[in-house]
């Protein structure tokens, strides 16, 4: 099973995404018990305006992080390359 | 629908082969208050729950399942290099005749997954206690994993798996009293 390697470079950009991830994740649950506390809100759209411009930086090395239009396919047809997330 | 992202949610680390933690661990996977269930159970609630717990059960339903991607991970991490022997002296030889090292749902005692794990009454108030229960008993499961692991990158993730379990218990705590104000707000008007 040969695939590709991902460089150095890659893993801590993924790192950042799964801690922004975590805040948004941990955010979203606490607002939907706590829809009206302003300062949470804000947190997770700031959250969710740094995770924009993560993702195209991670796409760089990983290629698409997610389908059906939610990223932009290279060429050939990234999607399906190798390393998938069990395989890091 | 849903969208899939090629990405843990937390990074996923194992020391060592080891298919005597992936056997417990499956317990995880497709025992009764693992990933699987609650991801399914959740999801299922969501239609006959009033509006405003829709929205939590949703996306802790839907965490769930980046939950299964990670015990699925470890699964397949502990076992990828096994060999029949290994698999065997585990106490997986039954596991390894039916599936070799394929991924199975079935608990840690090799019984497979059923329905009748999860529940859906209709009534909101038991339908979330029920959920709560079910967050306290995975809780609880991945402590008796991590107590019998000596492997520190695997408890490392089974610790961030388990203080999951602890929000989501109190989220749906949390939820329960959203519905009893509302309930006592209609009482009174
Ligand atoms: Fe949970």
Not at chain 1, 13 to 20: A, D, F, K, T
Request: charge should be negative; proline fraction near 5%; aromatic fraction near 12%.
């Amino acid at each position: 099973m040969s695939q590709k390697q991902l460089p150095k470079e890659f893993y801590p950009l993924m790192e950042e995404l799964q801690v922004v991830d975590f805040v948004l994740v941990e955010l979203t649950l606490y607002l939907d018990t706590h829809p009206n506390d302003t300062a949470a809100i804000q947190q997770f759209n700031e959250a969710a305006y740094y995770r924009h411009q993560l993702v195209p930086q991670v796409e760089q090395y990983l290629g698409p992080l997610q389908q059906f239009g939610n990223s932009y396919s290279g060429y050939p047809w990234n999607w399906n390359e190798a390393p998938w997330p069990w395989q890091l | 629908m849903w969208v899939y992202e090629k990405k843990l949610q937390y990074p996923v680390k194992v020391g060592t082969c080891n298919p005597m933690l992936a056997k417990f661990l499956i317990e995880q996977y497709g025992g009764a208050d693992g990933e699987l269930s609650a991801a399914l159970r959740y999801l299922n609630q969501r239609y006959s729950i009033p509006d405003e717990v829709i929205g939590l059960l949703t996306d802790i339903g839907t965490e769930e399942f980046a939950h299964l991607e990670m015990i699925a991970t470890m699964v397949f991490k502990l076992t990828k290099d096994a060999t029949a022997d290994q698999m065997k002296e585990a106490g997986l030889g039954a596991h390894y005749a039916n599936h070799d090292n394929a991924l199975y749902y079935e608990n840690a005692a090799g019984v497979p997954w059923t329905a009748s794990y999860i529940n859906a009454k209709g009534d909101p108030i038991a339908d979330l206690y029920e959920d709560i229960a079910a967050e306290e008993k995975a809780r609880a499961t991945y402590q008796w994993i991590i107590d019998m692991s000596d492997d520190p990158d695997l408890n490392d993730g089974l610790k961030f798996l388990r203080e999951r379990e602890i929000v989501h218990s109190q989220r749906f705590r949390e939820a329960v009293e959203i519905l009893k104000e509302e309930r006592d707000r209609q009482k009174i008007f």
